[in-house]
Structures are given as C-alpha cells and as structure tokens.
C-alpha cells in the first residue's frame, strides 16, 4: 500500500513523500539488459570468493612449511592488509575514471598473476612476492558493487547488494571446503593455487563477454530520465552531475589512454574531493561498527572453550551456521526494505542497534544456548547493516563517485581490520568477555552518531527522491 504523505519535517516526511512520489514510477523494476547484466555480476562475486576461499585458508600452513616464523609470516600478513588499505580507495577511484570495464578487468587479470605466483612459492621471499598484485588489486568485488550502483535505481540497490553478498557469501562456504579437500592430495596447496588463478581467468572471460552495450543503453535511458526532473538545491544540481553515468559510460574509452600523470592527477583530486566533504560520520560509523563485529569474532573460538569448555570444532560448525544465515538474510533484504519503505537509514539505525544488543548478550551469555541464539540474529542484523552502509555511501555521496566511495569504504573497513586485533589483544588481559563487551561499545558510540545526524539523513533523502 503507497502512504499518504505526511505533514510537517523529519523522517517521516520524507518516507511520506518516498512513498507518494516514488511510488508511481521508481519501484519500476529493471530492463531486462540489465537483470541479464546484473545476474552474470552476481556469478562474478561467486567465482571470485570461491577461488579465494580456496587458499587464504591454507596460507598459513604453507608459508609456516616453508620455514617461516610466526613473526614473519605475521608481518607479511600485516603487509597485504597495509596494500589492501592504501590501494583500495586509488583503485576504486582508478575505477571511476577508465571505466568499469577495463579497471575490473585489470584487477582480476591481476590478481590471477598473483595466485599462480603464489602456486610457484617455493620460499618466503617468492611467497611475499606473490602477495604483492594481489594485495594492491585484489578489488574486484568493490568495483563489482560500484558497476551494480550503476545499472539499478536507489530503490532497488539494497536489494540487489544484498543478492550479489549473498552470491559472494555462498563462493566462501563452498571454497574452504573444496581447498580441504585438494589440499590433501600431493603438492595440494600449489595445484589449489593454480586452480584459483584459472577461476579468476575464467572470470576475467566471464566479465570480458558481459554485455556492455546493453549496459551502456541502459545507463543513457536512466540518464534521459533523469533529464527531465527539476533540481530543487545546489547540492541536488551537483548530484545530478555527478550521478550521470552516461557521461561516464562515453568518457572512460578516451580516459583509459590518459597519461598515467593526468590519471593519477585526476584520482587525487576526487579523493581530495571526497576527504573534504561531509561524508566523515558515515565512515566513522563504518568503522565504528566493523570493529565491533571484527572483536565479536577475534576470540570467539577460544572465549567459548575458556567458558563453556566448547571445542574448536563446534565454534567452527557454529561460524559456518551464521555464514549459512547471512546467505539468507541478503536473499530476504528486498522485503525487509520493503517493510521498511526504502528508508536506508532507519533499517541501518535499527540494525545497528540490533547488533549492539546481540553482542552484549553474548558476552553476558550464561550458557552455549544464548551464545548460538546471539550468533543466529547477528548472521541478520550484521548482513542488512553493511548493505546498508553501503547504500548510504552511495545515496548521500553520489553515484558518478560510487568507485571512490566505495573504495574509501574499503580502506576504513581496512583500518578496522588492523585496529581490532589490538584491541582484541588488550582487552583479553582483562576477561575473555573483554572483546564483545568493548565492540558493545563501539557499536553505542556508533548508534548516537547516527541519531546526532539523523536529521542531515532525512533532508539528504528528500533531496534524493526529488531528483530521482
């Protein structure tokens, strides 16, 4: 049923007017070019974490046979994260510049080149090197993301983002389970290695016979659209600008073949760009939350043996049960959004606040029962929230810098990978409760900085359904 739209200011004016305008013409699903174009994406996210979950699991043991040490094999892990947190928002950005196309297509290409190093590592030294092109272009489910944001209206991205993580999702069950298996034949880790390098081959073919040109017609019809709405601010002008992918589309076959200084010039600008708006509350909330979850699960194995007296094993059927429900959970995010009335921020804020709870009640949990119960709602309320996140980077941010933001994302997500196990580390000096009772915290500073900013939200969305 469309809602009457509602008097006065705030948020529920804006799911009013959401409702009333939206309603008639925005719920439209997509062209058909484009479901076709958005399913083989989907495929894409499934190679892609399937070959990687094939081997991340077993790089440890492989590098540790080599004759390194703890610390240096640490460092080296310590050193893909630092790749991963510098590179991620160039490459993104890199993204928004030369096209889609080719930048996915380099960094698949790229990070095949690093696997099938990575099955030649016969020492420490090839192994770091192996790390190397895959540590700085292993971003392919980003710009993924950024290529769907590009192809769906705002009113579906949820939905679809959710499909695609749960494509994704589904890739990192199968894999580990696939690489047990190869591992245990002769040279199992270098032949899994190789087998991992031809996936992403036959991704990069996958993606090189996407149809582009359907997609590219499908971003001039959104844009021919969008030519005939008003703007009503001189921010909803600049969105409109910038949320103009058919420029994009025609720009990226002449800025490919830039030289690499005007390139690198223009990626600068645009993080520049991005560093000075007001876009700081939605990452600090990003981070704030991933830290969070990362010190829910830091010592979730060891916590439950030192408290329930729980073995490895059953934490780790008890992990792969909650990957199982994130599945679901981004199967089901299109009829809890429409539950919610597209309104992104009110499904975050809710979310969050869902998580916060479920992770005190796991550090307080008296029995193993409280602590698969917790695990069971936190598979759902974690999986809707980085969508959501997501969708809101993208709403308030623009979608012509969808690449950058997303890449920006992926570097605060990276600084939350790196701050937590310190955290974690420290905290469990004092209890094995330490962790989730200090990521309770994160989460609470993260839901009042939501709510200290709720109105910018609403007015941003009031904008947004305007200009759609």
Same mark, same amino acid.
């Given at each position: 049923?469309?809602?009457?739209?509602?008097?006065?200011?705030?948020?529920?004016?804006?799911?009013?007017?959401?409702?009333?305008?939206?309603?008639?013409?925005?719920?439209?699903?997509?062209?058909?070019?484009?479901?076709?174009?958005?399913?083989?994406?989907?495929?894409?996210?499934?190679?892609?974490?399937?070959?990687?979950?094939?081997?991340?699991?077993?790089?440890?043991?492989?590098?540790?046979?080599?004759?390194?040490?703890?610390?240096? *094999?640490? /460092?080296?892990? @310590?050193?893909? #994260?630092?790749?991963? $947190?510098?590179? =991620? +928002?160039? %490459?993104?950005?890199?993204?928004?510049?030369?096209?889609?196309?080719?930048?996915?297509? *380099?960094? /698949?290409?790229? @990070?095949?080149? #690093?696997?099938?190093? $990575?099955?030649? =590592? +016969?020492? %420490?030294?090839?192994?770091?090197?192996?790390?190397?092109?895959?540590?700085?272009?292993?971003?392919?489910?980003?710009? @993924?993301?950024?290529?769907?944001?590009? $192809?769906?209206?705002?009113?579906?991205?949820?939905?679809?983002?959710?499909?695609?993580?749960?494509?994704?999702?589904?890739?990192?069950?199968?894999?580990?389970?696939?690489?047990?298996?190869?591992?245990?034949?002769?040279?199992?880790?270098?032949?899994?290695?190789?087998?991992?390098?031809?996936?992403?081959?036959?991704?990069?073919?996958?993606?090189?016979?996407?149809?582009?040109?359907?997609?590219?017609?499908?971003?001039?019809?959104?844009?021919?659209?969008?030519?005939?709405?008003?703007?009503?601010?001189?921010?909803?002008?600049?969105?409109?600008?910038?949320?103009?992918?058919?420029?994009?589309?025609?720009?990226?076959?002449?800025?490919?073949?830039?030289?690499?200084?005007?390139?690198?010039?223009?990626?600068?600008?645009?993080?520049?760009?991005?560093?000075?708006?007001?876009?700081?509350?939605?990452?600090?909330?990003?981070?704030?939350?991933?830290?969070?979850?990362?010190?829910?699960?830091?010592?979730?194995?060891?916590?439950?043996?030192?408290?329930?007296?729980?073995?490895?094993?059953?934490?780790?059927?008890?992990?792969?049960?909650?990957?199982?429900?994130?599945?679901?959970?981004?199967?089901?995010?299109?009829?809890?959004?429409?539950?919610?009335?597209?309104?992104?921020?009110?499904?975050?804020?809710?979310?969050?606040?869902?998580?916060?709870?479920?992770?005190?009640?796991?550090?307080?949990?008296?029995?193993?029962?409280?602590?698969?119960?917790?695990?069971?709602?936190?598979?759902?309320?974690?999986?809707?929230?980085?969508?959501?996140?997501?969708?809101?980077?993208?709403?308030?941010?623009?979608?012509?810098?969808?690449?950058?933001?997303?890449?920006?994302?992926?570097?605060?997500?990276?600084?939350?990978?790196?701050?937590?196990?310190?955290?974690?580390?420290?905290?469990?000096?004092?209890?094995?409760?330490?962790?989730?009772?200090?990521?309770?915290?994160?989460?609470?500073?993260?839901?009042?900085?939501?709510?200290?900013?709720?109105?910018?939200?609403?007015?941003?969305?009031?904008?947004?359904?305007?200009?759609?």
């Amino acid at each position: 049923a469309v809602a009457p739209a509602a008097t006065g200011r705030g948020c529920a004016a804006a799911v009013g007017r959401m409702e009333e305008d939206g309603g008639r013409g925005a719920v439209a699903s997509p062209a058909p070019a484009s479901r076709r174009f958005v399913r083989c994406l989907y495929a894409v996210g499934f190679l892609d974490l399937f070959g990687v979950s094939m081997v991340v699991p077993l790089m440890n043991l492989h590098i540790r046979s080599l004759g390194a040490s703890h610390t240096v *094999a640490g /460092i080296i892990g @310590s050193l893909y #994260g630092i790749m991963q $947190l510098f590179s =991620s +928002t160039f %490459v993104g950005c890199w993204s928004d510049i030369v096209g889609r196309r080719y930048s996915l297509l *380099a960094c /698949i290409l790229l @990070s095949a080149l #690093g696997y099938f190093l $990575l099955g030649t =590592s +016969t020492t %420490v030294l090839l192994f770091a090197i192996s790390r190397v092109p895959v540590g700085i272009f292993k971003h392919t489910l980003s710009i @993924s993301k950024a290529l769907l944001s590009d $192809l769906v209206s705002e009113r579906d991205r949820p939905l679809v983002m959710g499909r695609f993580n749960a494509a994704s999702s589904v890739g990192f069950i199968l894999g580990p389970v696939v690489g047990g298996y190869l591992t245990e034949l002769e040279d199992g880790f270098y032949q899994t290695s190789f087998i991992c390098a031809s996936i992403f081959l036959l991704n990069a073919g996958l993606v090189w016979m996407l149809p582009w040109s359907e997609e590219n017609t499908s971003n001039r019809e959104h844009q021919q659209d969008n030519k005939g709405k008003d703007s009503f601010s001189a921010k909803a002008n600049h969105d409109q600008h910038l949320n103009s992918a058919t420029n994009r589309a025609m720009a990226s076959s002449e800025s490919l073949f830039w030289s690499p200084w005007i390139q690198l010039a223009t990626v600068l600008k645009r993080i520049k760009g991005i560093a000075c708006s007001d876009l700081w509350d939605i990452f600090l909330v990003r981070l704030l939350m991933s830290v969070a979850i990362l010190l829910y699960y830091s010592n979730f194995s060891l916590a439950l043996e030192e408290r329930f007296g729980v073995k490895p094993l059953l934490a780790g059927y008890l992990m792969s049960y909650s990957s199982a429900l994130g599945v679901l959970a981004g199967c089901l995010l299109g009829p809890i959004t429409r539950l919610y009335q597209h309104n992104t921020y009110r499904l975050l804020l809710h979310s969050s606040t869902l998580t916060c709870t479920l992770i005190l009640l796991y550090a307080s949990a008296l029995s193993i029962w409280m602590v698969i119960l917790s695990s069971t709602f936190l598979a759902f309320s974690t999986t809707i929230g980085r969508t959501c996140i997501i969708d809101l980077e993208l709403t308030i941010g623009g979608n012509e810098a969808s690449g950058t933001l997303l890449g920006v994302g992926q570097s605060v997500t990276s600084v939350g990978r790196i701050v937590a196990p310190l955290l974690s580390g420290f905290s469990q000096e004092f209890s094995p409760c330490g962790p989730p009772s200090l990521g309770v915290g994160l989460a609470l500073v993260a839901i009042l900085v939501m709510n200290a900013n709720k109105q910018k939200y609403c007015s941003r969305g009031n904008v947004k359904l305007k200009n759609q």
